[in-house]
Nanobody, 121 residues
Framework: QVQLVESGGGLVQTGDSLRLSCAAA????????MGWFRQAPGKERDFLAA????????YYADSVKGRFTISRDNAKNTVYLQMNSLQPEDTAVYYC??????????????WGQGTQVTVSS
């Protein structure tokens, strides 16, 4: 059974940074691309960033390009999201998910419980 546990969220002020972590179990982690998404109240889940199986390639949504950085440590079965210059509009629940393919927005899942990020103005 695949388990994904996101952590590292919290309440921060505008301009602060956070580093989210997502620990995966139940999959051969190094065989999967990984992605980060977020969902704000009343909105759909949005793609943020993805990384290929060994960290050699990444891509980002325009909304976070230059502020967020995705990385992974296959030895720890963990993917990270470094978030800088946080803004109130970044407030959301953040999720990670695996994908057997890199370079597509289709096929991510399953999902963890997410971690809440709240940015105060």
């Amino acid at each position: 059974q695949v388990q994904l546990v996101e952590s590292g969220g919290g309440l921060v002020q505008t301009g602060d940074s956070l580093r989210l972590s997502c620990a995966a179990a139940g999959i051969t982690f190094s065989n999967y691309a990984m992605g980060w998404f977020r969902q704000a109240p009343g909105k759909e889940r949005d793609f943020l960033a993805a990384i290929d199986w060994n960290g050699g390639a990444t891509y980002y949504a325009d909304s976070v390009k230059g502020r967020f950085t995705i990385s992974r440590d296959n030895a720890k079965n963990t993917v990270y999201l470094q978030m800088n210059s946080l803004q109130p509009e970044d407030t959301a629940v953040y999720y990670c998910a695996p994908n057997s393919r890199y370079g597509t927005l289709v096929g991510f899942g399953p999902w963890g419980q997410g971690t809440q990020v709240t940015v105060s103005s």
